[in-house]
């Protein structure tokens, strides 16, 4: 079956550094991958989708890149925040635009000061 | 400005009794999603429409239902509220069509408590 893995521990980031996230996906070749970010009893919010034909795409801090041979997406935050302290999602998507989405579990992202 | 609300906010019921979650969204979009949330789970999608009258099941549908009478809403009826019923619940909407992010926009939540 389909199956998307995040790091199911929190990751713990000091101020400033570059924050990493992974995202490994099985058993499916999605069309289109895309990040969330869901802060403590709000629903998630989209950041950034990117395409299986780009290797990489930026948002202000933000980059995200997309390995379809490793089956892997890593997110990127430069310069990291305490305010970029939430939990990121990922999620995929097949090529129909009637292709329904399917979610990781999410990794917890703290960032001290 | 566009948005999508969920009411209530806050559910407690009991065992056997029937809930009815509402959804309601002003983005005009066709599609519309519930999905429900647990630890260590992520977010498992219960049902789904892609228009006026469509319903499809998700993966975890079984005790739900869902109808679509009109663009704006797709109410969740749990029909006998089970513990295992216990989640926050998500509801989210998005364009339709190829051209399209399908970026999917995300409801308040709902914590439903069944005793």
């Known amino acids: 079956s389909q199956k998307i893995e995040q790091n199911s521990e929190a990751l713990n980031i000091q101020e400033g550094k570059t924050a990493t996230l992974t995202c490994n996906y099985t058993?499916?070749?999605?069309?289109?991958l895309q990040w969330y970010r869901q802060d403590p009893g709000r629903g998630p919010v989209f950041l950034l989708l990117?395409?299986?034909?780009?290797k990489e795409k930026r948002k202000e801090r933000l980059k995200v890149t997309f390995d379809t041979t490793l089956k892997q997406s890593l997110f990127h935050i430069t310069a990291s925040q305490p305010a970029d302290s939430a939990t990121y999602l990922c999620a995929l998507r097949g090529y129909s635009s009637a292709s329904k989405i399917i979610f990781g579990s999410g990794t917890r992202l703290s960032i001290r000061p | 400005d566009a948005e999508i609300t969920q009411s209530p906010r806050h559910k407690i019921t009991e065992t056997g009794r029937q809930v009815t979650l509402a959804c309601h969204q002003t983005w005009n979009h066709n599609n519309m999603f519930w999905y429900r949330q647990d630890l260590g789970h992520g977010l498992r999608l219960i049902h789904y429409s892609y228009g006026v009258q469509d319903t499809n099941k998700g993966e975890v549908s079984d005790g739900y239902s869902v109808s679509r009478s009109n663009t704006e809403d797709l109410p969740l009826t749990l029909e006998s509220a089970a513990s295992s019923q216990t989640s926050v619940y998500f509801c989210?909407?998005?364009?339709?069509?190829?051209?399209?992010?399908?970026?999917?926009?995300f409801g308040p939540g709902t914590r439903l408590t069944v005793l």
């Open positions: 058993n499916y070749s999605p069309a289109y």
């Open positions: 989210a909407s998005s364009e339709s069509g190829t051209s399209s992010y399908n970026e999917q926009f």
């Open positions: 990117i395409r299986e034909n780009e």
